[in-house]
């Protein structure tokens, strides 16, 4: 017969603990969908492209450099193809920027969507030449608009109260095409090629059908209601007088993202690469594990907010980049699969838990007549440091392994947490103020 006696003090301890973090869980999910409900029209159709055309991003990142290799690119060669593409972000980025202000968003996506499809769909049928350097650097103009249009777009069509879950939100969008977009083309890859007997052909079919997934996109961008420019627009002040002015602040925030930028050049686009030759993986193998870091990408993304909001964003970007160092470190020298693994996906989750709160601190930084500009040279920073180290990544890895530019990458990350800390230690702007605030 059950006891009727009441529960100890003790017991009841026991379970107060595990009472409080189920209601933190359900309080943090109901904060979401509320965030997720205020979410303009405008806003969830970005979202839909955006997915649908994150499906062919993650497939050619998964792809591209293992299809190149499969063709006989050195990696040397793949590190210029990387490059070039970083060349072409960077060069655009600025007159995208000042292009923005004059034209609807809805034809700029549609058309770079559609011109983007058309460049991956010819360097998968391309060999091995210096044309796939040209249409890399292409693909990085055309794929720029898109990019730079993104948080001046959200800026406007959101309010400060949802406007960090606007942010990491499109991240995580990315971040969920991209785990459906690397187990399924991972598996198209293994799947065509026992159906083919051609492991060329394999790759080409897979990318024509996340081509298909990526045309898709255009629908959601048609259906987008946007207005023409309006004159505080076209009067954004895009002058010389307003960098020299500015200089400093730009300085600080974009300085430790080209530290960042400059690591991340070194190793990150060759992981797929560093998983086929030290642990001899194949595509769907690899194409699993960009899943699995995928997934911890967005768990850290959608945590990310829930952080800042307790601790402050520039605390919660410090912090993630310092924690990831030692993972860093381990995929250096571990020739331990599972190890590597668990590395992978531990340094995925919080290198990007902070990124899309780096992309609001930085437009809250700002005034609204600038957040075009600063965007613009935010991605300048980001692929101008992609387009210099990719090169040195890819001979580095070719002459020395990947142990070399995973060790120089920990200390450029760990410098740049350093100088975003001692750059705004303290100092906060609130969503839709005037004035900084001390974060305690």
Avoid at 127 to 147: E, K, M, P
Avoid at 279 to 293: E, K, M, N, T, Y
Wanted: one cysteine or more; aromatic letters at 12%; glycine letters at 8%.
């Amino acid at each position: 017969m059950p006891s009727t006696e009441p529960k100890s003090n003790h017991q009841l301890d026991l379970l107060s603990p595990l009472k409080s973090l189920n209601g933190h869980i359900a309080g943090s999910l109901r904060d979401y969908l509320w965030y997720i409900s205020l979410f303009s029209r405008n806003v969830r159709l970005f979202l839909i492209g955006s997915f649908l055309i994150g499906l062919t991003f993650a497939t050619a990142q998964l792809l591209m450099n293992l299809y190149l290799k499969e063709r006989g690119g050195a990696e040397s060669f793949i590190g210029t193809f990387l490059s070039a593409g970083a060349f072409g972000t960077a060069i655009i980025a600025i007159p995208a920027a000042i292009a923005l202000r004059k034209i609807r968003l809805k034809f700029v996506l549609i058309g770079s969507t559609i011109i983007y499809m058309a460049i991956i769909t010819a360097i998968s049928r391309l060999g091995i030449s210096n044309w796939l350097i040209f249409l890399s650097f292409l693909l990085g103009v055309t794929a720029t608009f898109n990019r730079i249009a993104a948080a001046p777009f959200f800026m406007r069509n959101s309010t400060p109260e949802e406007r960090t879950y606007v942010f990491s939100f499109n991240f995580g969008v990315l971040l969920l095409a991209g785990m459906v977009g690397s187990v399924v083309s991972g598996w198209l890859v293994a799947w065509f090629t026992t159906l083919l007997a051609d492991v060329i052909q394999a790759y080409q079919w897979t990318f024509v059908i996340s081509i298909i997934c990526g045309i898709a996109a255009v629908i959601p961008f048609a259906l987008i209601k946007a207005a023409a420019p309006t004159e505080e627009d076209r009067q954004s002040d895009f002058s010389w007088s307003l960098l020299r002015r500015q200089s400093r602040l730009y300085l600080k925030l974009l300085l430790p993202q080209f530290l960042v930028g400059i690591g991340a050049g070194l190793i990150i686009p060759f992981l797929n690469l560093y998983f086929r030759d030290r642990f001899r993986q194949s595509p769907d193998q690899i194409g699993l594990l960009f899943f699995a870091v995928n997934t911890a990408m967005l768990l850290g993304i959608l945590a990310g907010p829930v952080l800042a909001k307790k601790i402050g964003m520039v605390k919660t970007i410090v912090a993630t980049e310092l924690l990831s160092i030692p993972f860093m470190i381990i995929l250096a020298f571990s020739y331990s699969l599972p190890l590597a693994v668990v590395a992978f996906l531990v340094r995925g989750a919080l290198m990007n838990m902070a990124q899309p709160i780096g992309t609001n601190f930085s437009m809250e930084m700002v005034g609204r007549m600038e957040h075009a500009l600063v965007n613009a040279l935010l991605t300048l920073s980001w692929t101008g440091s992609l387009m210099i180290s990719t090169v040195i990544g890819g001979e580095l890895i070719e002459k020395h392994g990947y142990t070399l530019p995973l060790m120089i990458a920990v200390a450029l990350y760990i410098a740049s947490a350093i100088l975003y800390y001692l750059f705004f230690r303290g100092s906060e702007r609130k969503a839709g103020k005037d004035y900084l605030v001390e974060v305690t």
